[in-house]
């Protein structure tokens, strides 16, 4: 007799024992679905979940049936068949009644072995999508079977992804249907709820194996919601664990600088400081003193829509850090904006006697020699720059703080360099900082491992955006209002796509445009900035719109990011339908910033995508930068938004994160329980769930690669 399976490889779970094990499939089967479809292992397999179901109770008369229908099930008998056309047209044609009408159902391939096997005067089930062809409707390729009286139909009979090649081997949707159910039988003894029964029972989830069978055999819709709940939980869960556990263990080894004294800080709040901080400030720079006062190492990323202040904020805890003998460091992610951080913040750091300096890609060597010699013996207190920052060669004395500003730009990698900046001592805090509002959800799946702190105010007396549509139609009248600005005093942004693919394509583009738009202005300077120019002829022409020298900027999405020019009342954007959500979004924040009414015009061509047209809407009705991501992340899912790709979390099959936030908050809360009941899941109750992490990080490693 053929040994069992689980007897010749007895530390693989199910989940991860090769397909060669399972039951029912040929070698070449086999071999096509690691091929096509990727399945290797038994829990592949099992995991192959189907992609919709169908109701195959209803029955449709043929005389009800039309193209407006998408899928329809016909019962009948076939009363003729006949070969007809030539070559490519070549196709047998059946004539299928039923007591209401006659249709055709058309083949175009597997002529002749159809032709022998299908009968006519015989009760046949067709299911399939309608076509219009030669002037009638029609089927092409339906399902075909022979109508079994005592079958029991399923309203949720599911639909399996499949290849032309496993068709062929028999492994169609209904093929491999047969093969999982038989599978799952087959192992059922094998297929174990990790969890503990109780918390399975308190949570009220369906046990594992129940939701296995449900999701490919379902029983009942709500059934089957829940299994696919319980099954969600398996993506979910494991991520969830490694990152609350790391973080959890990062708090317990991790010292951080201590830094409990409060003197200049306190000097710049009651007399330097311009403005009365918001709630939204106030609040965050406590988050951060109690991090700082906590000894452990800060990792908190506040997130704050575009204005909501967070420069001061970081530079208040820049000044918690000065107060304690600790130097920081803010790093920004293009030259630009690296200078208007530093210029903004000299100004207030002479009041109060800090010395800080500027250290980016153009920065002349002799004044690199300076700024290295004084930040090593310690006379530099913050130093503010691009990535030049965290060069191997920028030695500080003390860092205390790094402050990393729109923190999409830099990765993970550039993360761990920064902890590793101290090499004599701890890491230091960490703050990172983005307008780029990430959805609950995803800020949840991705950054479980950091605190999240939210400006979720703008400083009062703010106008809000006003933001339009217009088409080219009406560039005229646009033009003309933008005129009309200038006259005023104010200053416009014109901002052209930049698509890194077709960079000199978008160049071009953007020439064009600027030639236009000298045309459409001759009475005003303009200046011209695109991520081509050296950043030296960036910047000059930057601080020629930030000094009001030139009245219209036309650029591409360079100036995405921070720029400050609060005299700007006017964002044009060209191609809008171009743009992403979330970008768009950004763009737009760099007008508003003073005490101005502000607009931002969304010119595009007549026509729009349905894409292009929520997007559009969507910035027209909200200037909520929460809103707006959970609608980008609905319409590009998670997969094209920075920072989801290395996580694995662009592979979920079943989880939507625009959709189960609540679900993802409350497997964050159960994950968290577990953790504190038991970290190392030692306790008994806890073994079975131990060894299913372990097989699942035999599957996957995506947790390594996050930071
Ligand atoms: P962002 O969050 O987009 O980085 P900034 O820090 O650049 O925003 O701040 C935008 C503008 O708002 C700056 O000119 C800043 O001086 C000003 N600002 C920040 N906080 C306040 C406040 N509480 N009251 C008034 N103005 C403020
Ligand atoms: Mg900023």
Known sequence: MEPRPEELIPELSVWNRPLKYGRYLSEKQIQILQKDLEIFTLGDLFRHFPFRY?????????????????????KGEFIKFENAGEGKARRLVGTFADPSGTIEVVWFQKIDSLRKILKVKQPYLVYG???HFNGKTSFTHPEVEVFNPNEKRSGLEPVYSTTETLKRFGLDSKGLSRIIEWNIT???????EPFPDLKIKAWTMIPLPIAIKEIHKPTSASLLAQSQNRLKMEELFPLQFFMLRKKKLNHEVSVGHYMPKLQVFNQFYESVLPFALTNAQKRVLKEIRS????GKQMNRLVQGDVGSGKTIVALMAMLMAHDNGYQSCLMAPTEILANQHFFSIEKLAQAIGLQIALLTGSTKTSERKKIAENLENGSLHILIGTHAVIEDKVRFQNLGLSVIDEQHRFGVAQRARLHNKNPDSHPPHILVMTATPIPRTLAMALYSDLDISKIDELPAGR???QTVHRTESRRL???QFIREEIQKGRQAYIVYPMIEESETLDLNNLMEGFESISRAFPEYPLSMVHGKMKPSDKDFEMARFVNGETKIMVATTVIEVGVNVPNASIMLIENSERFGLTQMHQLRGRVGRGEYQSYCILMTGPKLSREGKIRIETLCRTSNGFEIAETDLKLRGPGDIMGTKQSGIADLKLTNL???????????????TIIEEDPNLENPQFQLLKSHLADISKQKIYWNNIS
């Open 658 to 672: 625009a959709e189960d936030g609540d679900l993802l908050e409350f497997i964050k809360q159960i994950t968290q």
């Open 129 to 131: 999508r309608l076509n």
């Open 477 to 479: 009248p646009v033009f």
């Open 291 to 294: 991090d700082l006062v906590s």
């Open 54 to 74: 169908e109701d195959r109770t209803v029955i449709t008369e043929i005389r009800h049936v039309h193209l407006g229908l998408t899928s329809v099930q016909i």
């Open 463 to 465: 106008k809000e955006i």
């Open 186 to 192: 087959a192992f059922s003894k094998e297929i174990i």
